[in-house]
């Protein structure tokens, strides 16, 4: 299965376990924070607040109602890592998706659980 936003490929029974639609999607911080400060400030949320994943963060875009509650100019973190120093972000313009180091204090987050 491939996302119709991206065109990347889906791990089918991933999207079946968790779609975005039955997660409870929590606040957006009112401001752009790096990964780890992220990461951060959804742990400070309660219990079992979490970032997003990268295939989470695509479902909700694709999603028009839980699309609607996001900043539509925002990029937004997920908790899928490119590598050591780089993480994945969804961008709620167009739904697209790119990396940024996640020192940058360059997108804002909206929790899940």
């Known amino acids: 299965m491939k996302c119709k936003t991206c065109g990347q490929e889906i791990v089918e029974n991933i999207i079946q376990e968790i779609p975005a639609k039955t997660l409870e999607w929590g606040k957006t911080c009112e401001k752009e924070l790096n990964w780890e400060e992220a990461k951060d400030w959804c742990s400070k949320q309660g219990e079992g607040w979490r970032l997003p994943t990268l295939i989470e963060l695509q479902e909700a875009y694709e999603d028009k109602k839980i699309r609607g509650s996001f900043q539509p100019n925002g990029n937004y973190w997920s908790s899928t890592e490119f590598s050591a120093s780089n993480a994945y972000y ?3 313009y167009y739904g697209g998706t790119s990396v940024n180091g996640k020192a ?5 987050v909206r929790c899940v659980r």
């Open 90 to 92: 969804v961008y709620f």
């Open 104 to 108: 940058n204090a360059y997108s804002y």
